[in-house]
């Protein structure tokens, strides 16, 4: 389980983007294509390497209800496995 | 209608200054009279991204042969897709990297023979190691992510930790481990490059030790040996799913080896678009999904995981495209792979490397 203190940053090499063929936000990079659901558009948004988790959890807060920092967490580190981004502290 | 691919494999060229004996590109290269112009491959990244494309790998032969090389990656950049180059480093001075990165290249993928540059060399068949050694220094001094690729045989499996330590002093992000699949040039030195039992064994660990061991810094990629496995691999992820090569001619091909099968009927971008091939040509739709298969495939739960395993092995091993790949344990072929590797494993006489060349 990913510490809501930990600070997640897009790794060097990935791309954003927003796919109009498959109308859904994309990340790329060397291994292959993340097409991402709205949710997890929102939050590999903010992986910007100055919010932590937490942070993250709370500002996404004020978009949707009922978010919860563990499926943050949750999918900060399935992200991570798939290295798309990257985790300090 | 089928889902849309991800990837674009466009192998600019077949020139390439090293000539590996385990090449993937076909044993009847391409000359460059027969090459696509600029113009084409600017119309293919323009069709392959209204297909869905999102990553084009600029690969060849070696791509940075083609002058246009810069033109098209700006394209491709552009048109939003993640722009992959492929290369051995040879030709890759500060100043042209440095304006490929500029113009959009996102990744590199550096291939490497070997080792040690004596390894290297012979392997590649010409003095490419010092120059690769620098090319991964310009990379990373762009700040662009590096990908050591190292495809592997019986001549450099022994050398599996050295090859891990050497990538990680070139300072790859990722290190791609292949074990060598045979097809084109790989398959006329079959002899020359199947690795043993043993060595395979004992590369294993130590591939996996370092995977460990680098979590986080290299991540490593193995690809394994497929004669060896009871299964075949998942090749391409099943055919015309996810990925179309474009070959330097303008071929479409749904994998690139894909002219091993003579029978199939390839179409070119000069006379269909991307899209009609994708959906609709018979050379995609030949294997795509299940619908295909015989058994043991079409009643094998693993036809999920496996789909089959590879076309092109099936129709070079048993001359039947739409046979189950033969290294498939359930394969009523299995025992001509068995035969291969008992003959051609060891051999009393080691055979000498056909390197690439163009005929």
Sequence with gaps: MLALGAVPRIRRGVKRGYDQIRSAHVVLFPEGVLVLNETAASVVALCDGVRSVGDIALALGDEYAGVEPADVAELVARLVDRRVVDVDG | ?359
Aim: hydrophobic share 40%; proline share 7%.
């Design chain 2, 1 to 359: 209608m089928a889902e849309a691919p991800f990837g674009l494999l466009a192998e600019l060229t077949h020139r390439c200054p090293l000539q590996c004996g385990y090449c993937s590109n076909p044993v009847e290269l391409v000359r460059r009279d027969a090459e696509l112009p600029t113009e084409d491959w600017l119309r293919v990244f323009d069709q392959a991204r209204s297909l869905g494309v999102l990553q084009v790998h600029l690969s060849g032969g070696e791509p940075l042969l083609r002058p246009d090389l810069p033109e098209l990656v700006a394209h491709a950049n552009s048109l939003g897709c993640y722009v992959n180059l492929v290369t051995s480093g040879v030709g890759l001075s500060r100043d042209r990297l440095h304006d490929l990165a500029g113009r959009g290249v996102d990744h590199v993928q550096l291939s490497l023979q070997d080792a040690t540059k004596a390894g290297n060399d012979r392997i590649a068949g010409i003095k490419a190691f010092d120059r690769k050694v620098e090319a991964a220094a310009l990379i990373r001094a762009e700040g662009l992510p590096l990908t050591v690729n190292t495809v592997l045989h019986r001549q450099n499996l022994d050398n599996v930790a050295g090859i891990i330590a050497l990538a990680e002093r070139l300072g790859a992000e990722r290190l791609e481990l292949a074990n060598t699949q045979y097809y084109g040039w790989a398959l006329r030195n079959r002899a020359a490059l199947l690795p043993t039992r043993d060595q395979l064994a004992a590369a294993g660990p130590v591939v996996a030790a370092a995977q460990e061991r680098l979590r986080g810094v290299m991540e490593i990629v193995y690809v394994i040996a497929d004669y060896h496995e009871a299964h075949p691999k998942p090749c391409m992820y099943g055919w015309g799913a996810r990925q179309l090569t474009v070959a330097p001619d303008g071929s479409v091909l749904p994998c690139p080896a894909a002219t091993v099968i003579p029978t199939l009927p390839v179409e070119n971008v000069r006379d269909s678009s991307l899209h009609d091939i994708w959906h609709d040509s018979p050379s995609f739709t030949a294997f795509r999904g299940f619908d295909w298969m015989r058994d043991p495939c079409r009643s094998c739960p693993r036809k999920e995981v496996d789909f089959g395993g590879c076309r092109c092995q099936a129709f070079q091993l048993t001359g039947d495209a739409a046979a189950t790949d033969p290294v498939c344990s359930l394969s009523p072929h299995r025992s001509t792979v068995d035969l291969i590797l008992a003959t051609e494993v060891a051999p009393a006489v080691e055979p000498a490397v056909a390197m690439r060349r163009m005929s």
